[in-house]
């Protein structure tokens, strides 16, 4: 069974148009499902999980980034029904501005994105994870004043203005498209970017943000105070991926 | 075998960066190619190639398979294959390698060794010794 999960600013009237292009594609495919609206709803992580206990097997998240980082939790958070979680799939129906996670795993567009889910292209990726949130995409912040520990081994600092980023997932708007990203690596990417010609890249696994004046932005949504632990959380999610992702 | 960096084809994709303005304390270790255009304190080790930048300041000791080195660097360099030594490099420390290019205008104070080109085994002796401070 699909559940789409349908975020708050759809509810403008904006979006009714697109809203109805998506319904009418997915009932000619043949993916009808279960519709929750954020909205309606209180404490989305027990709805989630209550669906899958019920027999969901795929999660679609209908909406942008904030709407992904809003529900991923409850999709990964797999302690309660493991068992039932195991196969979950999860995907993404992009709508409206700030979709750089969707962009990322191929999807394009709300329309392509209803084909791409018939298609069911499967990759098991990683998960950032940030003291006790997840993300998908990366955590940035400010690199004035920020030292990143790394596996207690050595430490970084910076001379220079500018931003550190923590990438599990890269997106097409990311600032460098040289960047070698890979979200099933089983490593996050650290890239520091100060002038033009000034870049610094380190594949890790583990790591410690200290900042006492900027917090931590994960996926450009949640602030996270630091010091803040980040780590990766190896092939932790089945997502539904586009022939165009970033990533092999 | 050089690009317009004056780095190798072989440090195009580059497992590690240190840019300019970033300042590394600790011991780094690598197993991919590693780039260093800053500062770095402490203890330096990747098992594959290492390129130091003009620019690049290290207080280190160092150990990769093959290195070119263009910048400071203040500690020992065991480097089990080739060291290429740029004409801006200024090395004060003992330097260990199986070939060896030095271009003019590089220093190095330190004790010259050339161990055979055996990979990383101990068993490794000097063949040639030398006390060097060259200046060409």
Do not use: W
């Not at chain 1, 129906?93 to 979709?99: E, F, K, L």
């Not at chain 1, 969707?102 to 003291?131: M, Q, T, Y």
């Not at chain 2, 263009?70 to 090395?91: R, V």
Request: glycine fraction near 8%; charged fraction near 25%.
């Amino acid at each position: 069974m699909n559940i789409y999960i349908y975020d708050d600013y759809l509810n403008k009237s904006k979006y009714s148009r697109v809203l109805n292009r998506v319904e009418i594609r997915l009932t000619d495919l043949g993916l009808n499902g279960k519709i929750i609206r954020l909205g309606a709803i209180k404490n989305i992580r027990d709805v989630i999980q209550n669906e899958i206990k019920n027999g969901a097997k795929t999660i679609i998240a209908v909406g942008n980034n904030q709407t992904v980082n809003k529900i991923i939790g409850s999709v990964i958070d797999n302690e309660m029904y493991g068992f039932f979680q195991k196969n979950i799939l999860f995907s993404i129906i992009p709508i409206g501005a700030d979709n750089s996670i969707a962009d990322s795993l191929g999807i394009k567009k709300e329309e392509e994105a209803c084909n791409i889910l018939l298609a069911r292209r499967v990759k098991k990726i990683d998960i950032g994870l940030v003291n006790n949130y997840y993300f998908l995409n990366k955590a940035t912040i400010p690199s004035q004043g920020t030292t990143v520990e790394i596996n207690n081994e050595y430490s970084i600092e910076t001379v220079e203005k500018g931003i550190v980023s923590i990438y599990n997932l890269k997106s097409s708007a990311s600032d460098d498209k040289n960047l070698k990203i890979n979200p099933i690596d089983g490593k996050l990417d650290i890239y520091i970017k100060n002038k033009d010609k000034d870049s610094t890249f380190i594949s890790v696994k583990k790591l410690k943000i200290t900042n006492k004046n900027y917090p931590l932005l994960l996926d450009n949504i949640i602030e996270i105070k630091t010091p803040a632990d980040i780590s990766v959380i190896t092939g932790k999610l089945n997502v539904v991926v586009g022939k165009d992702r970033s990533f092999e | 075998m050089f690009n317009k960096d004056n780095k190798p084809e072989k440090f195009k994709d580059a497992e590690t960066i240190i840019g300019a303005s970033i300042k590394v304390k600790g011991n780094f270790h690598g197993q991919g190619n590693i780039i260093i255009e800053g500062q770095l304190e402490g203890n330096l080790r990747t098992e594959a190639n290492l390129f130091v930048g003009d620019k690049a300041k290290i207080v280190a000791n160092i150990e990769a398979n093959d290195a070119i080195i263009n910048g400071e660097i203040k500690g020992s360099l065991k480097i089990h294959q080739y060291l290429a030594i740029g004409q801006n490099a200024k090395i004060t420390g003992d330097v260990n390698y199986s070939e060896i290019s030095i271009e003019r205008g590089a220093t190095i104070n330190g004790q010259i060794l050339c161990i055979p080109n055996s990979g990383k085994s101990n068993k490794n002796k000097p063949v040639e010794e030398e006390t060097a401070s060259e200046e060409e």
